[in-house]
């Protein structure tokens, strides 16, 4: 082809292209108008929180939840709507014409509307329906909860599958979701990966055999046939698997559900719990576990205090007054060390009268770790190594004379007692297979030793009880008020 024709023939394809450009940007046009005049026909879903930031101001909207109020006027009627996205609710303002008598306290609804400024001082935005469709009813007569009532938590705990419509208790939940945020930002922000620890396992970590026996239905008519060939347990510790991966990521946690068959009705014990435990190589004291503790303790707290304003004001005004002063002073101050001794010490020369007895050698009570709180002026307090007989065996004897004590500490905190509890691990072979073999336990963690064989390194870490860290920023007495469904003795409702 001559220079010409080539030409020629590229200007005739340019031509085609821009003829073709025009003829779809002219449909296109068509398309966007045709979106446009959609979109200005179908309102937008909102949730409630964004219809409360004032987010599609003078639109076409449409917003479902429950009603926490219903108020009847001669010519209006008002409804307070939320779907759990904010402690606040949705004032709707309707025409009478659309009242129905099942929009009741408790019942589902959608509303379509504009969402206008609201004269009133107490919310910023309204929404002005001009339909209204309830869909799920809900008997006034029958539910448990009554409009305007502020119910205890106790009375709110009878009712599991619908205690999560009350104020108090979704409050709790978004704060509970958020801290599980914190904790896992805490970790990343700092170097630690995060490891999912079985939740069956064939260890009794603790050793203190509270152990949940994992067995397959009708197992017992199979001649002892099990399902694992050997003995499974839920775990009671993520501990031992995180001290396995530690030895190769150096910074670790675990951030799961734990199990405790402890016999126990009381305000800080649950048979199901979650725990945040964390595992760091390359330890010089335990002061770098405690470290890490009060970081995470702080960090967390300051953003679920940020993250959660209005849910965290629920509790410390309405459900746990006088609580915020508390959580403040812990916050602005530093954590304290005693060692077990000194807390002995403090015990005894205590003119309270304790129902335990607080000798040397003793386990410490959660009377004696409130007792000890208080004494050291309500500022959590860590303590530190315990008697060596008291802590498992994989704590780190400190080798000391004549007190015989283990490089272990709790941490202590304000109403609750005990929050962390942790130690330096036993990383040398000869004292740690000595420690097993007098328990019998040295063939069973064979591959524990392994540990200390390959590679070895002093190391330690600990365990939060995530239900207890939520009972001492709020204030909860209870432990079965932090958690969706508690499951302790006698009770495993739904
Ligand atoms: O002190 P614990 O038993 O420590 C351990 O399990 C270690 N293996 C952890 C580690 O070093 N990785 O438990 C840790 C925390 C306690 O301080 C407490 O806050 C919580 O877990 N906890 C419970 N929380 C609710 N209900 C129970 N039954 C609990 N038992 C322990």
């Known amino acids: ?33 045709s979106i446009r005049h959609y979109c200005r026909k179908t309102p937008t879903k909102l949730r409630i929180s964004e219809a409360l930031s004032g987010a599609k101001l003078g639109e076409n909207v449409k917003v479902q939840g429950w009603i926490r109020s219903v108020r009847r006027q001669k010519s209006n009627l008002f409804l307070h709507v939320n779907d759990g996205s904010s402690l606040q609710s949705l004032q709707i303002v309707a025409g009478s014409q659309l009242s129905d008598p099942l929009l009741t306290f408790g019942s589902a609804v959608e509303v379509t ?28 007569m029958d539910f448990p909860f009554k409009i305007k009532e502020r119910h205890s938590l106790e009375y709110i705990r009878q009712f599991p599958h619908l205690r999560c419509r009350t104020n108090a208790f979704s409050s709790l939940l978004r704060i509970r979701s958020e801290a599980t945020t914190a904790i896992n930002s805490y970790f990343k922000e700092n170097g630690f990966v995060q490891i999912h620890t079985p939740v069956i396992t064939s260890n009794d970590c603790e050793g203190a055999g509270e152990l949940f026996q994992v067995e397959l239905l009708g197992s017992e008519n199979e001649e002892g046939e099990n399902f694992f060939s050997v003995p499974a ?39 199901e719990f979650y725990m945040v435990e964390a595992e760091v190589s390359f330890t010089q004291s335990l002061e770098d576990l405690t470290k890490v503790m009060e970081d995470l303790f702080k960090s967390a707290t300051e953003h679920v205090l940020a993250h959660c304003a209005e849910d965290v004001d629920l509790f410390h005004k309405h459900v746990t007054p006088g609580h915020r002063d508390t959580l403040d002073v812990m916050m602005k101050r530093r954590f304290l060390v005693i060692t077990y001794s000194e807390a002995i010490d403090i015990l005894s020369r205590s003119s309270q009268k304790f129902a335990f007895p607080t000798n040397w050698g003793c386990d410490l009570q959660t009377e004696h770790e409130k007792y000890l709180v208080k004494h050291c002026g309500n500022i959590p307090v860590f303590v530190t190594d315990y008697p060596y007989d008291l802590k ?12 015989h004590t283990a490089a272990a500490v709790d941490l202590l905190v304000p109403g609750v007692g005990e929050l962390c509890g942790g130690s330096l ?63 302790f003795s006698n009770s495993c409702l739904l």
Request: glycine residues 6%; proline residues 5%.
């Open 113 to 140: 509307g504009v969402l206008k400024e609201s004269p009133h001082q107490k919310q910023p935005f309204e929404l002005e329906a001009d339909q209204l469709h309830v869909a799920g009813e809900c008997n006034p």
């Open 1 to 33: 082809m001559s220079f010409c024709a080539c030409r020629l023939s590229f200007l005739a394809s340019v031509t085609m292209f821009q003829a073709a450009a025009k003829t779809l940007s002219a449909s296109c046009q068509a398309v966007s108008f």
């Open 392 to 403: 498992p065996f994989y704590a780190r004897d400190n080798q000391d004379n004549p007190a």
């Open 425 to 487: 691990r036993e990383e040398r072979l000869d004292l740690l297979r000595a420690r097993l073999e007098e328990a019998g336990l040295d063939d069973t963690y064979s591959w524990y030793l392994d540990l200390r064989r390959f590679g070895s390194v002093p190391h330690g870490g600990f365990g939060l009880g995530f239900e207890r860290y939520l009972q001492c920023i709020l204030g909860v007495d209870n432990i079965k008020d932090v958690i969706p469904f508690p499951r």
């Open 233 to 271: 347990f839920l775990t009671v510790s993520g501990q031992l698997h995180l001290e396995v991966m530690s030895g190769a990521f150096t910074r670790v946690y675990t951030f799961g559900p734990t199990f405790r068959a402890e016999n126990s009705q009381s305000r800080r014990h649950l048979a």
